[in-house]
């Protein structure tokens, strides 16, 4: 038995790396199943042929080179002539043949890698889509697997598909390499095409070699790529156009960019100096020296006359053709190698991803989803000794809440920032699991009801609301999309939310695209932004939804349109379950209910009538008036012209 790093575990070790090596290999080449599989088994077949059309044109070349000197001799209408021609017609068919077929494998390469890469975005989306809660999408090992799965996807050479057409494109070079081998042994003796094959596959091993390392090394690099990408596409994309020029950081977003690029590439170049110092020259060394000796002797045999003229030929037309494939195979190695390196990344997302899904279902007990009534809830929704902590801190946001958010009435939840008001709204939707305590609906713990079916009963309008590029309806509309989209409805919500006439006015009304990138597009103002989303929210009011909670729905709006929408919507929404979170307290007067949030838990809680008596609330009230007043906004700082409309 050998010891800790000694013999045996070294081979152990080995034969495990190319075993996990070969099961990847085998995994990437299976993707082809996933694309368009008749152009994968044609694109097989044609690469197969084209392997072996080489070795055809090789074979008649060096049959035309022996018969050359007999021809001469013999005179134009001499068997040895008519072979010479026959010679010369195969050995023009088989190369009129490879230039024939290369453009038709090549449209096969980029059908089978069009296919292979829709299969696979796809499948991204969908694994993506599935995580129950949003967690997963705020996990530094979800978002760095994620940026490796994605980065390739739709190149010409690179990605999934690129790896599975390059897994079949192989095949092509190894035929043609099994082809030389067999040619030089069968021309020069086996010892001479056991040569030539030990050389080009040693050759093709060592490059392989070194593109795994630098692979490894890249994944190792994956945060310092996805800093680089980040700087890059934030570069060279519309979003910072204005305040990159407004604030001088054309330099600085370059210098960040270049500082990224290298850092991501120092470790990969250094990993590559290594190896080809140490690496190349003994492949090098071992490569002459086998070869040279291979070559030496046969072409002493040739001299000596024990290798016919044709042999010789063959020995060194298969020779001259097979040493170059040890070499970097172009689109195959870069789609390989790029293909591995997208399922290495697709495994640790799905382990991520599960790991977060396994956490959800340990939370989400029982695992036969409770029924929840359509009209739900009734009664109440109540907040539970609720606890939470977002993963990797030990600070709870919440921190044993309990509150009542009565059905059919408005409760209003306000708070300075990080007293915990979004959170809470992301717990109600379900996007985080409680680290302790339960929300009931009608006494329904919801952490037991389906969470398609739960959401179905919220409508929610985020401080970081979707801008849509569609039109103005879809963006709408996107609010009930199991519903088939309601004109009617549409302009209803719309009018509720105070953008119709302003959507109306536009060139194709609410046929408008949302977006200056298409034709006869537009962008609104925050403040109308905000009234779209907020249509949305009342657009799935109308489709079914119970509960709408607005977070901050309005922070485009100066204080007093503020004031204003939000006395209109109380009015509005009266009879619904309405949460309305806000850090401006005076734009929330008119809600049922008004409860102050401070340290994860409740601090008041009453009517603003009750609470102007005396207390937390009464003193943030005042503060924030003073400084409405004295044009500062709720922080201190000066207030800007906000929009309203």
Not at 76 to 93: C, I, M, P
Not at 142 to 171: F, H, N, Q
Not at 222 to 248: D, N
Not at 271 to 283: G, L, M, S, V
Request: proline share 3%; hydrophobic share 50%.
């Amino acid at each position: 038995m050998g010891a800790e790093g000694g013999p045996a575990t070294s081979r152990a070790r080995w034969g495990e790396a190319w075993r996990r090596l070969a099961t990847a290999r085998w995994r990437l080449a299976l993707l082809t199943l996933r694309g368009n599989r008749p152009a994968a088994a044609t694109m097989l077949a044609l690469n197969i042929v084209l392997g072996l059309l080489p070795a055809a044109f090789i074979i008649a070349t060096s049959v035309l080179v022996g018969h050359v000197p007999a021809a001469i001799d013999s005179g134009v209408d001499s068997a040895a002539w008519n072979s010479l021609v026959v010679a010369f017609a195969v050995a023009g068919a088989a190369l009129l043949a490879m230039q024939a077929l290369s453009p038709i494998e090549e449209a096969l390469f980029a059908v089978v890698r069009q296919g292979v890469d829709a299969a696979m975005r796809d499948r991204l989306m969908a694994a993506t889509l599935a995580s129950p809660r949003s967690a997963a999408m705020e996990d530094q090992r979800v978002l760095d697997a994620l940026a490796r799965a994605t980065s390739d996807l739709d190149k010409e050479d690179a990605g999934p598909g690129a790896g599975a057409a390059g897994s079949i494109a192989v095949v092509r070079r190894w035929v043609t390499i099994a082809a030389m081998a067999v040619l030089a042994g069968a021309a020069a003796g086996w010892w001479a095409g056991l040569g030539v094959g030990l050389v080009t596959v040693g050759l093709r091993w060592r490059q392989r070699r070194q593109m795994r390392v630098a692979e490894a090394g890249q994944a190792v690099a994956a945060r310092q790529y996805r800093t680089w990408s980040y700087f890059q596409e934030l570069a060279t994309g519309s979003p910072i156009s204005k305040e990159a020029r407004v604030f001088a950081l054309t330099d600085w977003l370059a210098d960040h960019a270049r500082a990224g690029y290298e850092s991501f590439m120092r470790p990969m170049r250094e990993i590559y100096e290594d190896t080809q110092r140490r690496e190349a020259t003994i492949a090098l060394a071992a490569s002459i020296v086998v070869l040279g000796t291979v070559a030496a002797t046969v072409s002493a045999r040739a001299a000596e006359g024990v290798i016919a003229l044709t042999a010789f030929a063959l020995f060194l037309q298969a020779t001259a053709a097979a040493i170059p494939l040890g070499d970097f195979w172009g689109r195959c190695d870069h789609g390989t190698e790029s293909g591995l390196r997208h399922l290495e990344a697709t495994d640790e997302l799905d382990a991520a991803l599960a790991a977060h899904a396994a956490a959800s279902t340990s939370a989400s007990a029982p695992a036969r989803p409770l029924a929840l009534p359509p009209e739900a809830p009734t009664r109440a929704l109540d907040l539970i000794d609720l606890s939470f902590a977002y993963p990797g801190t030990d600070t709870p946001v919440l921190d044993g809440l309990d509150l009542r958010l009565e059905a059919g009435r408005s409760t209003a939840i306000v708070g300075v920032n990080g007293a915990g008001k979004t959170t809470l709204v992301k717990l109600l939707g379900k996007l985080h699991d409680p680290t302790a305590g339960r929300i009931e609906a009608d006494g329904v713990d919801i952490a037991a009801v389906d969470d398609d079916t739960w959401r179905r009963h919220l409508s929610v309008v985020f401080q970081d609301f979707l801008r849509y590029e569609l039109s103005a309806r879809d963006n709408i509309a996107a609010g009930a999309p199991e519903a088939e989209a309601d004109d009617a409805v549409i302009e209803e919500v719309a009018h509720e939310a105070g953008i119709l006439d302003a959507l109306r006015d536009l060139e194709l009304g609410l046929d408008t695209p949302l977006a200056r990138a298409y034709e006869s597009g537009v962008d609104l103002s925050g403040g109308q932004w905000q009234r779209v989303a907020i249509a949305r929210s009342l657009y799935a009011l109308h489709h079914g939804a119970r509960v709408l909670v607005l977070d901050e729905p309005t922070s485009a709006l100066d204080v007093r349109a503020e004031a204003r929408f939000f006395d209109h919507f109380v009015d509005l929404t009266r009879g619904a379950t309405t949460v309305l979170i806000s850090h401006r307290f005076s734009s929330v007067r008119r809600a049922d209910d008004i409860v102050v949030l401070d340290g994860g838990r409740v601090r008041e809680r009453g009517t603003h009538a009750e609470l102007m008596r005396g207390g937390e609330y009464a003193r943030l009230f005042a503060l924030q008036a003073a400084r409405f007043q004295q044009g500062l906004n709720a922080e201190g700082d000066p207030v800007e012209h906000q929009e309203a409309s």
